[in-house]
């Protein structure tokens, strides 16, 4: 059952990069890493979800070292619009395992 | 493709009634999971339904139920409401594979008197 931990809150300003960091320690081998944000009063919106090293879409980064403990969702250049929740989320495979939310990142972006 | 929608968005109960939910998935997902957030305990996972089968449960008194459709469709149900079952209740599809990307739905904001 992988538990995932993430800093409660971070600050930043508008147009720099955002690195915000996940640990899963118990990471099971067929689990994918996804991270979601979340506007207040909305359904959380699927980011980015990986596996292993790097992968790039069109708003995120995500980097996943070789041991897979931990996840760094990266967003290049953020705007005003990207204050939000951002949950990082190790979604089981095993049928067994119930699906769990970490408290996620509180991102306030600064003009 | 549409998203995911639930109705309604916006409910108001009082204590000791209950109340249905409904949420349609995206188009030939046929997996439907509900979560439900409130500020004190985030978002907490409630069951999942797959072919209108439950797969999974989490960790609610059996006041909380749901159901799925021969079209996915689902619903889930909460009798005999108390004051703590206000929140916002959560909706996610997915084609049906454990571990795929759940796309939610807006949510309905239940408030119980």
């Known amino acids: 059952l992988a538990k995932t931990t993430q800093p409660i809150s971070m600050d930043s300003y508008e147009g720099q990069e955002v690195n915000i960091t996940c640990s899963h320690n118990?990471?099971?081998?067929?689990?994918?890493i996804t991270w979601y944000q979340q506007f207040p009063s909305q359904g959380p919106r699927f980011i980015i979800q990986?596996?292993?090293t790097k992968v790039t879409n069109e708003v995120a980064s995500l980097f996943i070292p070789a041991d897979r403990k931990s996840s760094t969702l990266s967003l290049p250049r953020v705007s005003l619009s990207d204050t939000a929740v951002y949950y990082c989320?190790?979604?089981?495979?095993?049928?067994?395992?119930?699906?769990?939310f970490g408290k996620g990142t509180r991102l306030h972006i600064l003009p | 493709k549409a998203g995911v929608t639930q109705t309604p968005r916006y409910l108001i109960k009082t204590r000791g009634q209950q109340v249905t939910l409904s949420c349609s998935p995206i188009?030939?997902?046929?997996?439907v999971s509900w979560y439900q957030q409130t500020p004190g305990q985030g978002l907490q996972f409630l069951f999942e339904?797959?072919?209108?089968?439950?797969?999974n449960k989490g960790n609610f008194p059996g006041r909380f139920s749901g159901r799925q459709f021969s079209n996915s469709r689902s619903e889930m149900n909460v009798s005999t409401l108390e004051l703590g079952d206000s929140a916002l209740y959560l909706c996610?599809?997915?084609?049906?594979?454990?571990?795929?990307?759940?796309?939610f739905g807006p949510g309905t904001r239940l408030l119980v008197l």
């Open positions: 996610a599809s997915s084609p049906g594979g454990r571990g795929e990307t759940q796309y």
């Open positions: 118990n990471i099971a081998t067929n689990d994918y």
């Open positions: 990986g596996y292993k």
């Open positions: 989320l190790v979604a089981p495979t095993n049928r067994d395992d119930k699906i769990i």
């Open positions: 188009s030939g997902h046929r997996s």
């Open positions: 339904y797959f072919s209108e089968t439950q797969r």
